[in-house]
């Protein structure tokens, strides 16, 4: 699992507050867009709180809040939702509060990854034994 697949359920997880708790609807390109765009400003997000906090003390929850919090900011400036900071907040807890389920959600998305493709492999060692050979 990749830190920016994490960034990326993160972002989703974020919008999925936004929807449910506050009734916000948003267009489905606007998640994709958003989604993307968490992947891709991780590098700053990290960069931006081992600054403000030395390396060593970043953790996981730090990483989780700041990315929920870039995810609301660029639905604001990029497509111009408003979302009070109470709001803001609060959602950014609430997927915090989600990390466990995030991670093994991920997780159990990568084993089945990892399944289908060890099933692929052996399916397609079976054809190759099944198969007679030419001479």
Do not use: C, F, W
Not at 8 to 15: H, R
Not at 19 to 34: M, P
Not at 71 to 79: N, P, R, V
Not at 99 to 109: P, R, T
Request: charged share 30%; hydrophobic share 40%.
């Amino acid at each position: 699992m990749k830190i920016e697949d994490v960034a990326y359920a993160v972002a989703g997880e974020t919008l999925v507050v936004l929807e449910e708790k506050y009734h916000q609807s948003i267009a489905q390109d606007h998640k994709h867009d958003i989604q993307e765009a968490a992947k891709a400003q991780l590098g700053d997000i990290r960069a931006a709180l081992q600054k403000g906090e030395g390396a060593a003390s970043v953790s996981i929850e730090d990483v989780i809040y700041a990315v929920a919090g870039e995810t609301l900011k660029d639905l604001e400036t990029k497509h111009h939702y408003r979302i009070p900071e109470e709001h803001k907040r609060d959602i950014q807890r609430t997927v915090q509060g989600r990390l466990n389920a995030i991670l093994a959600s991920l997780a159990k998305a990568a084993q089945a990854v990892a399944d289908g493709a060890l099933a692929d492999e052996e399916a397609e060692g079976e054809d190759a034994q099944a198969e007679p050979a030419d001479q």
